[in-house]
């Protein structure tokens, strides 16, 4: 996820954060105040903001020192351990919660499941949860889509529910959970672009290619009227360890 720190200060401001419900929903699901919460790949804190509500400490493991900063300064009472997952400790015992906001398709897929089933507590929880970016209007749908294919035809998008279908076939968890959440989200156009321009596809692509697509997406929202609107589909999945 290192990609990510050179666009830090971008990220906390473009990315869009959490509905507020999610931490109720994920209160009533584990069935109370947990005593301490973990968030996996935390970034500048768009998921913590969700998981600071559930009343309980949050550890926050972030491997990008620069994100990690920006985290920090957004939630002083989080505690911040910069590393890998992979690397962490947990708590002895366990973490009663182990969340991930947008950041579980970064974990290795072989050992993911695994991984979060051992550190958390017999009775803990499994909270995964993220965005999938659609657009409200067909024809902004089509454009952009038609538009991103031919600068990069290689492209795919993982379906909303992946997350949920990955823990079910992982075989390490059970009694698992979908709750969605959707609302419409107007961007202008500079909003848009930002928005973009902090995507780890994006990021991952060569600069040529990264300023090609900007324009053409620039063009695009300027046909639009300079407004883009994103149909912002949120997914909270909720899974409790196997025995």
């Known amino acids: 996820m290192d990609i990510f720190g050179p666009v830090a200060d971008r990220y906390e401001t473009a990315r869009p954060g959490y509905p507020p419900e999610l931490a109720d929903a994920i209160l009533a699901y584990h069935g109370g105040t947990p005593a301490a919460v973990a968030e996996i790949g935390a970034?500048?804190?768009k998921g913590t903001e969700i998981l600071t509500a559930l009343g309980a400490p949050v550890t926050c493991i972030e491997p990008d020192p620069e994100m990690a900063a920006v985290l920090s300064a957004r939630h002083p009472q989080?505690?911040?351990?910069?590393?890998?997952?992979?690397?962490w400790p947990p708590p002895p015992g366990g973490a009663d919660i182990l969340a991930a906001a947008m950041s579980w398709h970064w974990l290795d897929p072989a050992t993911r499941n695994p991984r979060a089933r051992q550190a958390l507590t017999p009775q803990g929880t499994l909270a995964l949860f993220g965005h999938h970016y659609g657009y409200a209007d067909p024809n902004q749908a089509t454009a952009i889509r038609t538009a991103l294919d031919a600068l990069d035809p290689t492209a795919t998008e993982r379906p909303p529910d992946w997350m949920a279908q990955d823990v079910r076939s992982g075989g390490h968890f059970t009694d698992i959970h979908i709750d969605r959440?959707?609302?419409?989200?107007p961007l202008s156009r500079a909003q848009f672009l930002a928005l973009v321009s902090t995507f780890g596809p994006f990021l991952t692509r060569p600069p040529e290619l990264q300023r090609r697509g900007l324009e053409v997406l620039g063009r695009l929202a300027d046909d639009f009227g300079g407004t883009v609107v994103l149909n912002l589909r949120t997914t909270l999945t909720l899974a409790r360890p196997l025995p």
């Not at 989080?78 to 690397?87: D, L």
């Not at 959440?181 to 989200?185: A, C, D, K, S």
């Open 181 to 185: 959440f959707q609302r419409t989200l």
């Open 43 to 45: 970034g500048t804190g």
């Open 78 to 87: 989080a505690r911040v351990h910069i590393g890998h997952f992979e690397q």
